[in-house]
């Protein structure tokens, strides 16, 4: 997968990261992967759908990694899904510190907050395994039909992507996490699993328009992107 990728990245016209929209981009892509892990530690259920908080905005991070790997290209998009997993590696491992730092006299809240840092700890190897693999992933499938459509045919670049990249992700995340948040039963796990991959693979189809409009708005300002046409 890496040599294909790096002639892909050899062949196709991608921008700089040197410029001013790249790193807010990834500082962006990293707080909604750190805050959708923290929401994560919730199961959540409406009815028969079950899922976990994290449904709120883990989402919003293929959006971000759509546009990074359409703007600057998979090596640019894979350093930041490293500086993501990074920075979530260093959050568990501030709140293991926390756990053990004495409590003041007036906080009442050690046993909940260790209950929380242990089901986040369980939801971070779950959300960093997914998050490799998805991520990962989305970008390679992005930047692969890339080369073949050029700056044709985005729609199907976007869904494409996100439909392997979100599988993949889903899978390898809810297989590790399900037992975290308290899924027993294979029936549910199936249903978690499905349906966590539906509703994050809708919601991208969904915010199409916004994606379309980030992209157009970044391509068009990065001097040093030059459109595929040849």
Aim: proline residues 3%.
């Amino acid at each position: 997968m890496t040599d294909s990728t790096v002639d892909q990245d050899q062949h196709a016209s991608f921008a700089r990261v040197g410029s001013a929209y790249y790193p807010v981009l990834v500082a962006i892509f990293t707080a909604l992967v750190i805050i959708s892990n923290v929401t994560a530690t919730k199961g959540v259920e409406f009815g028969p759908i079950i899922t976990d908080g994290g449904f709120i905005v883990f989402p919003l991070t293929y959006v971000i990694g759509d546009v990074l790997s359409e703007v600057y290209g998979f090596r640019a998009a894979r350093r930041a899904i490293y500086t993501g997993f990074a920075m979530n590696a260093l959050a568990a491992l501030a709140f293991w510190a926390t756990i053990y730092l004495p409590a003041a006299d007036f906080y009442p809240n050690q046993e909940h907050f260790e209950n929380v840092v242990h089901a986040y700890t369980g939801l971070i190897v779950a959300g960093l395994a997914g998050f490799l693999v998805g991520q990962t992933l989305n970008a390679w499938s992005l930047v692969l039909i890339k080369e073949r459509t050029k700056e044709k045919y985005l729609w199907a670049r976007l869904i494409g992507s996100t439909f392997v990249g979100q599988l993949g992700d889903t899978v390898v995340f809810c297989a590790i996490a399900a037992s975290v948040i308290g899924i027993t039963s294979f029936s549910d796990f199936l249903t978690y699993t499905a349906q966590g991959w539906l509703y994050k693979t809708l919601v991208e189809v969904a915010i199409l328009p916004v994606t379309y409009r980030v992209i157009a708005f970044i391509k068009h300002r990065e001097p040093s992107y030059q459109p595929l046409t040849v």
